[in-house]
């Protein structure tokens, strides 16, 4: 099995012989891992037509399949997650809305970024939109893949024009901002509960905003090796077991004494709570402890997630073991999160230097003991 380029075209061609009969054309693909299944299906086709195997339906349009999926997966996102892909999928209706999934491929995704460029949208709005392209697509290769104990639908989705990195996201200005141990002290002396302990538990495991809010009394472990289990995620590695430091440990351990209901931080309802919704707004409070505290210049609460990635790396810690931590889908975005410090640089450089300044020394004092062994 092989594709190949020709000149002058930007896509893979296949040309191969089936039954005597050659078969040559273009994949209209521009990964050489996509155009090789491309290559594969139409083989698998042909194959199939001579055994005489009834070939599967076409995959749906896309607007009528990204609707089913919002309407399956609403029970296992966050309120916000569904509005922003609610907004995503009005943005990219007028593109692929009528579409069949298997008819969108890289480069179509690739005139829609230049489109919304052209229009003056931000990276990270149209990095939205991608995000929700690809969670779309991933979705219908999932849920169309035979498997025992489930029927099978008629049609199939083998891969996705995001495969390879065939779609490429944009380069964002990120806002990110890592806090250093003398403002974490005073944001928290000034945050008033339950972010004070939200923010403890971001600082100490690296947790999303949502997915602080959103423990469950089940989902804590105190005994043995400690951990709090994350039941939901935007990804299959967002569900993940979080070993607990000694920190969030006391942080969780309080909440449980004083939970009455499902959720260790409940929803507030006029003076009392309801225990059976998770806390949802945090923004007020997160602005009133910056407030009190006069850190200048102010960041927002999901730097504190990114100050446990820093520290992590920091620390020593692995990209890997950090992106499992984190929750993270691809190692990529976990390397978005790394931003290591001025101050660490320099110790690095510091160290080097002594390093160096030391293997200097060393030498210049074996050369005189040569000498001075020579002399006697």
Partial sequence: MSVFRIEGSPYYQFD????????????????KTAAQRHESNLRQKLANNRSGIIETEAPPVFEKFAEDFLERTKGEMRPNSTRSYRNSLKNVKPWF?????????????????????????????????????????????????????????PWVLLTTPFVAHGVEFLKENRRERIINFDEERRYLAAARQPLRDVAVLM?????????????????????????????????????RDVPLTSRANEVLKERLKAAEGEYLFPKRIGTGHDWTSPMAELDPAHRSALKDSK???????????????????????????????????????????????????AEVQGRIEKHRAEREIAEVEAQKAESLGAIQ
């Fill in 16 to 31: 191969f012989v089936f039954k005597s009969r050659r078969y040559r054309g273009s994949t209209k693909q521009r990964n």
């Fill in 97 to 153: 809305g009528s579409k069949r999934l298997d008819e969108i491929g890289a480069d179509e995704i690739a005139r829609y970024k230049e489109s919304r460029l052209e229009k003056k949208r931000s990276p990270s709005s149209i990095n939205r939109d991608l995000g929700f392209l690809r969670r779309v697509f991933l979705f219908a290769v999932r849920v169309s893949r035979p498997t025992a104990g489930r029927q099978p639908l």
């Fill in 203 to 239: 600082l100490e495991l690296g947790l999303r905003p949502s997915e602080a809010c959103a423990i469950r009394a089940q989902d804590v472990h105190l005994y043995g090796s400690p951990y709090l289990h994350i039941p939901t995620g935007k990804t299959e590695n967002a569900r």
């Fill in 295 to 345: 850190i200048t210049p102010a960041f927002r609460i999901y730097d504190l997630r990114h100050t446990f990635g820093t520290r992590a790396i920091e620390g020593g810690t692995d990209p890997m073991t950090l992106m499992k931590l984190m929750g993270h889908e691809e190692l990529s975005t976990t390397e978005r999160y790394v931003h290591l410090s001025k101050r660490h640089l």
